[in-house]
């Protein structure tokens, strides 16, 4: 262990201790501080802050996330830091509701009781949490889960509901990648009764209570399980909020889990479902892309939230839709996810 600093963030006035050997991000988890954060690899800039005084060294990050000129004027991504001395840190982006209402992450062991093919590369994978261990987590959050073998960690969102199963099951719906570290394993490698180390948990994609504000959910590919929890959650309870759910796939062999979203749909007081690909010419789907369809449909959005999951270049061009519709950015929540073969 090194040295021990203050970490002050303003302008909440919120202050930590943080350890030399581990990054400001680390540091704020294991205190139950949830800052803003997306990949924590320095990839997606959703932790990006400025350095208002003190000493720090980063880690190794994209300049995609953090550019050099940015870097220069003082710019640095929590991911990646580690503090050499007492810091001051404003925060570019915070949620108040979130702030102190963090999980601090713990490890669990795991026992793997499914791997269910759904599409043609889109795997079900539960976990069954052994005895004498557990992962608390809300609707919408992820864990890492550590690839056998390897020391390394791969994020993936839960798509069920905290709790469930006798001893506490987590579902993950995973995309497979040629290549990918992990979800190369689902081809066969990784089976019933297999051992997994889940570490968790961490995301801001968290329903926030807003009853009287209108609900976008949207997603694409794999990013269907924490917006698929989302829903489940909001069947769960019977909301009575205005949903809609935009998923979108490049073919009709992309889809999947749409008997349960009509299911859970049908609970809701107001809801619709509308599924789009962007490759299919056959007229039984909405053609084009996802956020080509939410134009179509959505008017106004200044008195909605919005929760997303999906490939960088869909949540991109989604924030720019919904803040031109008049959806305030700080009432849009989401996960930015990567993959091991983008690294």
Sequence with gaps: MGDKHRIRFEPVGIE???????????????????????????????????????????????????????????????????????????????D?????????????????????????????????????????????????IAVPGTGQWRSFSMAGLPGEGPGGRLEFLIKRYSGGMFSGLLDGALNPGD?????????TCVMRDAPDRDLILLAG?????????????????????????YYGARTERDLFALDE?????????????????????????????????????EGDLSGADAYLCGPPPMCDAAMELLTGKGMPEERIFLDKFTTSTDT
């Design 16 to 94: 930590i201790e943080a350890d030399e050997d581990e990054t400001v991000l680390d540091a704020a988890f294991r205190q139950g501080v949830m800052l803003m954060h997306g990949c924590k690899e320095g990839q997606c800039s959703s932790c990006k802050s400025f350095l208002l005084d003190g000493d720090q060294q980063m880690e190794r990050y994209s300049t995609f996330a953090l550019a050099d000129y940015e870097s220069d004027e003082g710019y640095v991504l929590l991911c990646r830091t580690h503090a050499f001395g007492d810091l001051s840190v404003e925060l570019i982006n915070y």
């Design 96 to 144: 108040e509701e979130m702030l102190l209402n963090g999980i601090p992450p713990r490890e669990a062991r795991t026992t793997v009781a499914a791997v269910e093919p759904l599409t043609h590369d889109i795997v079900r994978l539960a976990l069954d949490i052994d005895a004498g261990h557990e992962i608390p987590y809300r609707t919408g959050q992820y864990v890492d």
């Design 195 to 203: 051992p997994l180390t889940v570490k968790g948990p961490y995301g």
């Design 221 to 245: 590919g794999a990013g269907m399980a924490p917006v698929l929890a989302q829903l489940r959650g909001l069947a769960a309870t019977g909301s009575a909020r205005r949903t809609r759910f």
């Design 261 to 297: 979203i009509a299911e859970l749909g049908g609970g809701l007081t107001d809801f619709a479902f509308r599924p789009a690909l962007s490759e299919d010419p056959s007229g039984a789907y909405e053609q084009g892309l996802i956020t080509e369809v939410v134009d179509r449909h």
